[in-house]
């Protein structure tokens, strides 16, 4: 069975102390790892798309990094504006047309 | 571009009402998706469809009804509904292109209550 796991399950930071939320996956044949931002009472909100072990991409001060069992968004000098839950979903080999989700982080950044 | 909307956007219920959600999109997107979103359970797959005129069940599809009769609509049925189905509902599209898995866009959900 696929699974998506995140943690912690919540992050409290003060301003500007960097930290790392991490996704791990159990899914047959990757074909994309996705991060979302969700505000609350809105829709998640697309942020990145890896597809191969060793990818990297960023986005102001966020970093997303790609394992074979799991990924990482590195948040660098947070802001209180990165205040969110953050998703990570996982879609399984040819022939699905689903994501898997995880149950999300909880980021707070206090100023 | 409006993206995917969602209407309407609050429902109060009482057990055994129907109601219709309605999801519209505006990118040509072939694929489609409703989804739920409880606290401590995550976002879980009800129908989707991938092009106009089909339906597929997804996790939770039970209580359930969805049709696509035109591809930029997306129509999820409450036949009669039930206290557990209180919850949040988030509609999705999808570009699917040259084989890659691309990313689904999101509505800003309905919220669902019923009594």
């Known amino acids: 069975e696929d699974q998506v796991t995140q943690s912690p399950e919540a992050l409290r930071l003060q301003e500007g102390e960097s930290s790392s939320l991490n996704c791990s996956y159990t899914?047959?044949?990757?074909?994309?790892l996705f991060w979302y931002r969700q505000d609350p009472g809105k829709g998640p909100e697309f942020l990145f798309t890896?597809?191969?072990a060793g990818e990297e991409k960023e986005k102001e001060r966020l970093k997303a990094t790609l394992t074979k069992k799991e990924s990482f968004l590195h948040i660098t000098a947070p802001k209180p504006e990165d205040s969110a839950t953050y998703l990570c979903a996982a879609s399984p080999g040819a022939g699905s047309y689903q994501l898997t989700f995880g149950k999300g982080t909880k980021l707070s950044v206090i100023p | 571009n409006a993206g995917v909307t969602q209407t309407p956007k609050f429902r109060v219920l009482k057990t055994g009402q129907s109601m219709t959600l309605l999801c519209a999109q505006d990118?040509?997107?072939?694929?489609m998706y409703w989804y739920r979103q409880d606290p401590g359970m995550g976002l879980r797959l009800i129908h989707y469809s991938v092009g106009e005129g089909t339906t597929a069940k997804g996790e939770v599809p039970d209580g359930y009804n969805v049709s696509r009769l035109k591809k930029q609509n997306f129509l999820l049925g409450l036949e009669s509904a039930a206290p557990s189905q209180t919850s949040v509902y988030f509609c999705?599209?999808?570009?699917?292109?040259?084989?890659?898995?691309?990313?689904?866009?999101f509505g800003p959900g309905t919220r669902l209550t019923v009594l």
């Open positions: 890896l597809y191969s």
């Open positions: 999705a599209s999808k570009l699917e292109r040259g084989g890659s898995y691309n990313e689904q866009f």
């Open positions: 990118m040509n997107h072939e694929y």
């Open positions: 899914v047959s044949g990757l074909r994309g």
